[in-house]
T-cell receptor, first 111, second 116 residues
């Protein structure tokens, strides 16, 4: 079964720290998504990428296709970054091209 | 633009009761999805609709039915609710993936359903 693994499951950081969340997957994909789920429950899409690197403000997402691995970095973390970060992939084959989601990484940034 | 809206936000049902969760999007997207989210698990796809007039089963369709009423609306029905269906339900929409073109998904605010 195609799976998406995220690490760590939980992460606590001090304000200002550089944060890395990792995502690995098992077979070839056509796209990888990073999503943010706020404490209130709402889910927003942060990045969608198939190669290389994307940056938006203090957030950076990278993907290494050969190693089947992606990272989400947060620079100069802030308490408002506290949320669950979810990785999801769209596999080339199987799952009818729908997204397969990781279990999420719960980030807590302390002031 | 309201994006993706869902109703209701909260619902408590007794075992055996039925209900319909409503979802609507105003972004003219072709594809719509229903997911459930349970503690310790990733979002799981219940049903999806690639385009108006089509629906397909996802990973966990048992106990649910869906209707793609028109391009805007995609409803999820529980005919006979069971405690195992206690979950948070999310509707999402996106443009259809075609060729190498990638499209992101937009999520509704979720419906927290408890079945007692």
């Amino acid at each position: 079964k195609n799976e998406v693994e995220q690490s760590p499951q939980n992460l606590t950081a001090q304000e200002g720290e550089f944060i890395t969340i990792n995502c690995s997957y098992s077979v070839g994909i056509s796209a990888l998504h990073w999503l943010q789920q706020h404490p209130g429950g709402g889910i927003v899409s942060l990045f969608m990428l198939s190669s290389g690197k994307k940056k938006h403000g203090r957030l950076i997402a990278t993907i290494n296709i050969q190693e089947k691995h992606s990272s989400l970095h947060i620079t100069a973390s802030h308490p408002r970054d506290s949320a669950v970060y979810i990785c999801a992939v769209r596999y080339f084959r199987g799952s009818q091209g729908n997204l397969i989601f990781g279990k999420g990484t719960k980030l807590s940034v302390k002031p | 633009n309201a994006g993706v809206t869902q109703t209701p936000k909260f619902q408590v049902l007794k075992t055996g009761q039925s209900m319909t969760l409503q979802c609507a999007q105003d972004m003219n997207h072709n594809s719509m999805y229903w997911y459930r989210q349970d503690p310790g698990m990733g979002l799981r796809l219940i049903y999806y609709s690639a385009s108006e007039g089509t629906t397909d089963k996802g990973e966990v369709p048992n106990g649910y039915n869906v209707s793609r009423l028109n391009k805007r609306e995609f409803s999820l029905r529980l005919e006979s609710a069971a405690p195992s269906q206690t979950s948070v339900y999310f509707c999402a929409s996106s443009e259809r993936v075609r060729g190498g073109v990638l499209y992101e998904q937009y999520f509704g605010p979720g419906t927290r359903l408890t079945v007692t």
